[in-house]
């Protein structure tokens, strides 16, 4: 085979490699506004409740249409820094376990979005519905003693991470179904 021949094979990879460089970084770069806005939002708050959770400004839709866009690849790992800065910005921590439970994973799980991403406003549903499930595992296990007397953990917990999580919910599906109303967003790139 001849030099001119070698080379020619060579430039379709070096091709396919730098349009795939251009993507990563693209998609960093996105992952990282997703993250600094849904953390900005997360400081504007409605109503925050005395064992952490709050009602916020729509704090988890950057990271919801991040998933969305380029699935749960880098909404997962998305989510997972999140709540990474969300705890640095109001954690409460009891115990080493309970901060896993509600900060990494918790919001790790927003990322589940990305594997919906033909039915955004069920993996919105099905992704916040996640979030709900690893801090009521961690209500059930580190704040039971919170309680009032004669009620039980689980329906504490329950009730206690439910009355910010669905207004939350609610006020994600409503900004997201206005921007795809609107065309605003195109969700697939």
């Not at 919001?107 to 993996?123: E, S």
Request: hydrophobic share 50%.
């Amino acid at each position: 085979m001849s030099e001119e021949q070698s080379s020619t094979r060579l430039k379709p990879e070096r091709t396919i490699s730098s349009v795939q460089a251009t993507l990563n970084v693209k998609i960093l770069a996105e992952t990282a506004g997703a993250v600094a806005l849904a953390g900005a939002l997360n400081l504007v708050k409605v109503i925050f409740l005395p064992q952490g959770g709050s009602i916020t400004l729509a704090s988890m839709v950057p990271v919801l249409l991040l998933s969305l866009r380029r699935g749960w690849k880098a909404g997962i790992p998305a989510g997972v820094v999140l709540g990474l800065v969300v705890l640095v910005e109001e954690g409460l921590v009891v115990h080493p376990a309970q901060l896993l439970l509600d900060y990494p994973l918790a919001f790790g799980t927003i990322g589940a979005a990305g594997f919906f991403r033909t039915k955004p406003l069920i993996g919105v549903v099905i992704a916040i519905t996640c979030r709900f499930i690893s801090h009521f595992v961690s209500g059930v296990i580190f704040f039971a003693s919170f309680a009032p007397a004669g009620q039980d953990a689980y329906t504490y917990s329950a009730v206690y991470n439910g009355s910010y999580l669905l207004p939350e919910l609610v006020i994600s599906v409503v900004v997201i179904q206005l921007l795809m109303r609107r065309n605003v967003l195109k969700l697939y790139l």
